[in-house]
């Protein structure tokens, strides 16, 4: 489990490829100690298990599953990719409950200037448009993110000066291509309705009469 709260960049130092699976090599790019060998690490918010660790570089292994829904696939040695460690019990939780499974691949539309922050404009399968709401949380390459605005396709973001530095925003452009987790208490509450959709309207009240409201 992690919060979205990117703790440094890594640079992808080399990959190790098996056929359609991958062994990710990378650099920290702040200090990373102690890190234990089978431990969970985000990588663009898509959760790896440490392989092997020396002095600030990692590897991880990225199955096929994983390579075909994330953008890690599209990574080459010496691009930046966000880092976080698995959440640890009593530690603040700053983001949001992100579990490092990556439902799909957002793409940046836009990019503009919004004071001293960055208003980014995305487009995502509209199969997930009911999971994304306005002021609801989302995390982009495991960043953990206010929504602005959305639609059944798209959802805009603002994004802050410190997020801008800590983390591979400032490289992002018309194009660029994100793994998007959305959070996963809507993904729980449409998995409970599911069954009563084709037999029930979902409107207030009938949010109301099973205890959602």
């Known amino acids: 489990m992690f919060t979205g709260i990117i703790q440094g960049q890594g640079r992808l130092t080399a990959i190790q490829r098996s056929g359609q699976e991958r062994v990710l090599a990378i650099r920290a790019l702040f200090t990373l100690e102690d890190i234990v060998i089978g431990e969970s690490i985000a990588v663009n918010g898509a959760c790896l298990t440490v392989e092997s660790s020396t002095d600030g570089c990692l590897t991880a292994y990225a199955s096929a599953e994983t390579l075909g829904r994330t953008n890690l696939s599209l990574l080459r040695p010496e691009d930046p990719v966000n880092l976080e460690r698995a959440l640890a019990i009593g530690q603040r939780l700053g983001g949001h409950l992100v579990s490092g499974h990556v439902d799909c691949l957002a793409t940046v539309q836009s990019v503009r200037d919004a004071g001293r922050s960055l ?27 206010t929504v602005n605005a959305c639609g059944d396709d798209f959802l805009e973001v603002n994004v802050i000066p410190e997020t801008r530095r800590s983390t591979t925003i400032a490289s992002w452009a018309p194009g660029t291509r994100v793994n998007m987790e959305v959070d996963m208490i809507g993904k729980y509450v449409r998995r409970m309705l599911a069954p009563r959709r084709e037999d029930a309207r979902l409107d207030e009240n009938f949010l109301r009469e099973h205890g959602f409201l």
């Not at 399968?125 to 002021?135: F, N, R, S, T």
């Not at 989302?138 to 953990?144: K, P, R, Y």
């Open 119 to 145: 208003l980014v404009r995305l487009a995502f399968p509209a199969d997930y448009g009911e999971l994304v709401i306005p002021k609801g949380s989302v995390a982009l390459d495991g960043i953990s993110l």
